[in-house]
C-alpha cells in the first residue's frame, strides 16, 4: 500500500462518465482502459445522474452566483485585513 490517493480531477471524471454512460464500453473495458476502480466509475456515475436535474433546472447558475458572491466579500475581507495590518505595523512603529 502506498498510502497515497491518487486525485482525479473533475475534467477526468466526467470524461469517465461520459464514456460509462455512453455504453460503448463496458465497465470491465472501461477499468482495463482507464484504470479506475469500478467502484469510483459507478459511484461518479451516480452523482452525475443525479445531479442532471440541477443542469435544467436552473440550480447550478444560482450556485454560481452565490459562489461568486461569496468570492467577492472574502476579496473585500482581506482588503480590510491587510489595511488593518498595515495601520497597526504603522502604529507600532516597524
Known amino acids: 500500500?502506498?498510502?497515497?490517493?491518487?486525485?482525479?480531477?473533475?475534467?477526468?471524471?466526467a470524461k469517465v462518465v461520459l464514456e460509462a454512460i455512453r455504453g460503448d464500453l463496458t465497465v470491465s473495458q472501461l477499468?482495463?482502459?482507464l484504470g479506475v476502480r469500478q467502484t469510483l466509475i459507478?459511484?461518479?456515475?451516480?452523482?452525475?445522474?443525479?445531479g442532471m436535474a440541477?443542469?435544467?433546472?436552473?440550480?447550478?447558475?444560482?450556485?454560481?452566483?452565490s459562489h461568486q458572491g461569496e468570492v467577492?466579500?472574502?476579496?473585500a475581507m482581506i482588503g480590510q485585513l491587510v489595511v488593518e495590518r498595515?495601520?497597526?505595523?504603522?502604529a507600532?512603529?516597524?
Open 1 to 13: 500500500m502506498t498510502g497515497s490517493r491518487k486525485r482525479y480531477s473533475a475534467e477526468y471524471k
Open 72 to 75: 467577492e466579500k472574502l476579496h
Open 42 to 50: 459507478n459511484a461518479w456515475k451516480k452523482r452525475a445522474v443525479e
Open 31 to 33: 477499468i482495463a482502459k
Open 92 to 94: 507600532s512603529g516597524r
Open 86 to 90: 498595515d495601520f497597526l505595523r504603522k
Open 54 to 65: 440541477g443542469v435544467f433546472s436552473g440550480k447550478a447558475e444560482g450556485a454560481e452566483a
